[in-house]
């Protein structure tokens, strides 16, 4: 995939806060509203305080947020934080987790890149900046194989977007734009029907026939195959070394300027669990699914569970170039004006910890604070 306007257009524009430009509901998360969560280890026994009491984060009770569930679950962010307190809230979309922030309800989250991007475009690069990644891939195309056996069988058929202008429905139509196909962007009318779906909703709508497929992340696209769907496609095969942003850590300017040194344990915290989810995929993936039972009052189901947590990848790394591709993509849809996006990255604070880990440094694609 590849290569984006400064705001939103009409349509997208409407939705007033920082709006469609977001990771969508189930793409993040089952919940309808922010929610305060109670962490098995919220604070360090006897840690010296840092510059600020608490520290909110924010994220959503999705795998693609595995880094804050597994780290606030085990206590491996709170450990860095000495004294001062971690309070986690939830969410189920990017514009109410960039209103959060903007409003101070946060100060550090978990999101997608579409919200980040568009968060950053509507405030004029005022309100955030990107610090880290946390996770790539875990999107795909998962047909009705009954109605649909190769990709240019989707001409004419119906397919599932989590929403409007969200991440999978920006990447979905640059597919569809690729193979030549012609779409239009706001009513999803064209070669092929893209159907805006709720992620909560769209399995029971596949299973019933009135979609025969969808492009979205996991866990709603195994929970598709657990219906009877097949993977068409796996959205990593379409970018360079399979890899493409599906979770940012973001802070917000003023948090970061007040309260450097928290920002710092936070990042050291995420550092710390990418490593230990990486070294230990099983008992991170049941951590993951313990934290979930315990924000949605369900468990993932095994046949759900084990192909959504193989398709995606933990990384300290923000991909930096697919968030600039991914801007480019809404773009050429007609679904975002040019965003200037220099400045939306500051990884030295991250890149400071991994070259102290004995890691690589990670680029900024040319988009990083001065």
Known sequence: MR???????????????????????????????????????????????????????GYFPNLTHATALVGIQEGLIAKELGGTTVKPSTFNAGPSEIEALNAGSIDIGFIGPSPSINGYAKSKGQSLRIIGGSASGGVKLVVDPKKIKTLDDLKGKKIATPQLGNTQDVAFLNWISEKGWKVDAQSGKGDVSVVRSDNKV??????????????????????????????????????????????????????????????????????????????????????????????????LPADVLDPAWKSIRITDDPLAATLQAQADHAVKAGLLEKPDLKGIYDLKPLNKILEAEGQPAVADAGLGAE
């Open 202 to 299: 769209t399995p029971d709508a596949f299973k019933s026939g009135s979609l025969d497929g969808a492009w979205v992340p996991e866990p709603t696209a195994s929970k598709l195959v657990a219906e009877g769907g097949k993977v068409l496609l796996d959205e990593s095969t379409l970018w360079p070394d399979d890899k493409f942003v599906i979770t940012n850590i973001i802070v917000s300017q003023k948090f970061l300027s007040e309260h450097p040194d928290v920002v710092d344990a936070v990042l050291r915290g995420t550092v710390n669990t990418n490593k230990w989810i990486n070294a230990n995929p099983d008992e991170a993936k049941a951590s993951a699914n313990s934290a979930l039972e315990k924000l949605s009052g369900k468990a």
């Open 3 to 57: 290569a984006p306007r400064t705001t939103l257009r009409r349509g997208l524009a409407a939705a007033a806060a920082l709006p469609l430009l977001a990771v969508a509901a189930t793409a993040c998360g089952y919940g309808s509203e922010a929610k305060d969560d109670d962490a098995k280890s919220n604070v360090s026994a006897g840690g010296k305080k840092l510059s600020a009491d608490t520290v909110k984060i």
